[in-house]
């Protein structure tokens, strides 16, 4: 045997059957990237990990150390199975693919998602309902009491998430990550941004649950003495390699067989990190020192690996996940009700109030009136279009990240769904309000009732309205890219009104724009609820222009339906249905880019 080979034959056949999880022959790359109408690519295949294999044991509790760059988190999220880049090689949990085995390995990224509106027991029954059941169920009522005890958040029970300190939510995700009770737990740079007490706090439990029999990985960046020395192994990487994977004493005399000593009160894992920065003799190696570590292992007697259950997740049903999802939205909105209110008033009362002093004593009786009513009318509508879709264009933006951590708990129509249906309120409460104040100066036959129907007409509009929104959201997840596409997206759709140009002069190439329009549809409608109801225009005498005598003649000329409730109702679904499914189409995009780390 080498010399630098410490374990005997027998250690080896001693710990091999507290193999948790082997790592055969692990690469990944990411792709080349070459557009379609280019010969040479504008990125290259890139090599992020190199051909690492090894085995992690029950109760190791391991920090993972090296330079920036050296492939650390994307080993981790490997390890998690959450990886979407292209791989080869395998990550086996007992005989099963790693993939295979949902809530076996959890991971805690190094920056937290949390909906910072909710308390912390509200945060933590969302997940163990969505996650492992009913908190009805004793069995998980007592787990969830358990966690909250152990990671000292009793204290913070009713706290809003966004007024915890740093420690203080790296606690509450690791709660929330122990709620399926994973028998791997990988944490990536879980002191970042912690001072000393709080990141001693967090190695300090991690510990203690790799004591209980979890396998504990953490990358940790330059960790200090006090912070290393409480790890009991530790896996060193660099330039996409493994370079060692042992006990810390078994590191430092691997250095020192290859005639690098650590002086004397230095910290280890930085001597460690120095040593591999830049130098690729020490690397080599170190890789042949591993790669005869190995030897060993490959060759030494094998027992079966346990067998290990790999969830203790459940599936809740769809409208299970929609009914949740929908639960925990309320209680943010809630929390933000007074800048909700704060909105509608600014953004509804006081324009409903500025239409009212414009069009105070505006009729459509007279020819002069009519041109008032065709602008009050757009403007009520595109108010309510305009507030709604624009209010629903940043929901995905702040949610994305907390959306792809959370993939796998609910499914993306389940989400998008609940998304969509928190919004009703809003497209309920908006056109009443705008409404019920505007209409008060202008004349309209049998006011309250026209005023009903333009309430109900307006709802209905603001549904598609919400629906483009959020369509165009999850299309264009970006604030910049969106600032661009909405402008010309908007210009088409609201120029088919008819506010603008008569629709009956359009050419017909452009009358498919006009039934994708949610613009064109509340026009429609509340075009026809007021000047259905106009059987008579004046017409003065020395009128020289054409007068038009009726409402159905403005009707007419506007170039709307004669049977607009059954074109704006179907219109009003369809274009709901539309921008739904291309916004379920985005989202799933954003699925299927994994795990946000």
Same mark, same amino acid.
Request: glycine share 6%; with cysteine; hydrophobic share 45%.
């Given at each position: ?18 193999v948790v999880i082997r790592i055969k022959n692990l690469k990944v790359w990411t792709p080349e990237e070459k557009p379609w109408w280019r010969r040479k690519p504008t990125k290259c ?92 169920d004793l069995r998980n009522r007592t787990m969830l009491d358990s966690l909250m005890e152990e990671f000292q958040l009793r204290a913070h029970r009713d706290t809003p998430i966004g ?22 737990? /990988?944490?990536?740079?879980?002191? $970042? ?30 960790? =200090? ?38 002086? /004397? ?13 830049? =130098? ?66 600014? =953004?509804? /009362?006081? $324009? ?28 009520? $509508? ?120 008569? /629709?009956?002069?359009?050419? $017909? ?89």
């Open positions: 045997m080498a010399v630098h080979d410490w374990r005997t034959w027998r250690d080896y056949d001693k710990i091999d059957n507290d295949k890139t090599l992020i990990l190199n051909n690492i294999s090894g085995c992690l044991r029950r109760n190791e509790f391991t920090a993972i150390i090296g330079p920036s760059g050296a492939g650390k988190t994307t080993f981790l999220v490997s390890l998690a199975g959450k990886c979407t880049l292209p791989s080869e090689g395998s990550v086996t949990l007992g005989s099963r693919n790693v993939r295979e085995c949902a809530g076996a390995v959890e991971i805690v990224p190094q920056h937290e998602a949390f909906m910072n509106g909710l308390s912390v027991i509200e945060h933590l029954v969302f997940m163990t309902e969505i996650k492992i059941g009913s908190c009805r007024a915890l300190s740093g420690g203080e939510k790296r606690l509450l995700s690791l709660a929330t990550t122990l709620l399926s009770d994973p028998q791997i737990l /990988i944490c990536d740079e879980p002191t $970042t941004g912690l001072d000393s007490y709080n990141a001693l706090l967090v190695i300090g439990v991690l510990k203690k649950l790799s004591a209980a029999g979890r396998v504990v990985i953490c990358s940790v960046h330059q960790p =200090s003495c006090d912070l290393f020395k409480e790890f009991t192994s530790v896996l060193l990487m660099a330039e996409g390699r493994l370079l060692f994977h042992g006990a810390k004493d078994e590191c430092m005399d691997a250095f020192e067989s290859i005639d690098l000593h650590c002086p /004397i009160n230095y910290n280890p894992a930085e001597f460690y990190i120095r040593a591999v920065s830049n =130098s690729n003799t020490n690397i080599q190696k170190l890789v042949e020192i591993s790669e005869n570590r190995l030897q060993i292992d490959r060759t030494s007697p094998i027992r079966p690996d346990p067998v290990y259950s790999c969830s203790k997740t459940v599936q809740r049903n769809w409208f299970k996940q929609v009914y949740l999802l929908l639960w925990r939205q309320s209680l943010s909105l809630k929390r933000n009700a007074r800048n909700h209110l704060i909105q509608l008033f600014v =953004s509804v /009362i006081i $324009t409903s109030l500025v239409l009212t002093v414009s069009y105070v004593g505006a009729s459509g009786t007279t020819q002069s009136g009519v041109q008032d009513i065709r602008g009050f009318l757009w403007l009520i $509508t595109s108010e309510v279009a305009f507030g709604v879709s624009y209010s629903a264009l940043y929901a995905f933006e702040y949610e994305i990240t907390l959306f792809k951590r959370e993939v796998g708990m609910y499914t993306c129509s389940a989400y998008f769904v609940s998304r969509f249906m928190s919004f009703i309120p809003r497209c309920i409460l908006w056109p009443i309000a705008l409404v019920s104040v505007s209409t008060l100066a202008v004349e309209l036959p049998n006011h309250v009732v026209t005023a009903v129907k333009f309430c109900a007409t307006l709802i209905l509009g603001a549904i598609p309205s919400v629906a483009y929104g959020l369509g165009m959201a999850a299309l264009f997840t970006s604030t910049g890219i969106m600032g661009d596409v909405m402008p010309c997206i908007d210009l088409p759709l609201f120029l088919m009104s008819g506010a603008f140009l008569r /629709i009956s002069s359009l050419p $017909t190439w452009m009358y498919p724009v006009k039934y994708i329009s949610h613009f064109f549809y509340a026009m429609d409608a509340v075009s026809n609820i007021y000047w259905r109801q106009i059987e008579h225009i004046d017409c003065p005498l020395n009128e020289t222009s054409t007068c038009v005598k009726d409402g159905a003649a403005v009707l007419m000329e506007n170039g709307y339906a004669g049977d607009y409730i059954l074109q704006d109702s179907l219109g009003f679904l369809l274009i709901t249905v539309f921008w739904c499914v291309l916004g379920y189409i985005g989202l799933k995009r954003e699925e299927k880019k994994g795990y946000a780390y």
